[in-house]
């Protein structure tokens, strides 16, 4: 069993930066793939950003290309977004995944994830 605890959800102002974290336990965490998701109040989940196991690969929504950084320390077994220019439309719950397979690329399909965190709010006032 795979336990991902986020941290670092806050409300702040648009424009600020903020930078949430994703501790994982329970398997090998630099032999998987791992995500960030969020979900707005009455939206779907969406994909936010992913990365492969070494952190050498890295991919993004549109939405948050060139303002978000993902990020990972395999050596403390925890995940980052780093997260810029935050705009009021960034609201929401934003939780960490860990890929159901291990795979040298990363994965952008929620399908793909099979373990999730609880989430941590981010609310970015206008």
């Known amino acids: 069993q795979v336990q991902l605890v986020e941290s670092g959800g806050t409300l702040v102002q648009a424009g600020d930066s903020l930078r949430l974290s994703c501790a994982a336990s329970?398997?090998?965490?630099?032999?998987?793939?791992m995500g960030w998701f969020r979900q707005a109040p009455g939206k779907e989940r969406e994909f936010v950003a992913a990365?492969?196991?070494?952190?050498?690969?890295?991919g993004y929504a549109t939405s948050v290309k060139g303002r978000f950084t993902i990020s990972r320390d395999n050596a403390k077994n925890t995940l980052y977004l780093q997260m810029n220019s935050l705009k009021p439309e960034d609201t929401a719950v934003y939780s960490c995944?860990?890929?159901?397979?291990?795979?040298?690329?990363?994965?952008?399909?929620?399908?793909?994830?099979?373990?999730w965190g609880q989430g941590t709010q981010v609310t970015v006032s206008s």
């Open positions: 995944s860990a890929a159901r397979y291990s795979a040298w690329d990363y994965y952008q399909g929620e399908r793909d994830y099979l373990y």
């Open positions: 990365i492969n196991r070494i952190g050498s690969s890295t």
């Open positions: 329970g398997r090998t965490f630099n032999n998987y793939p």
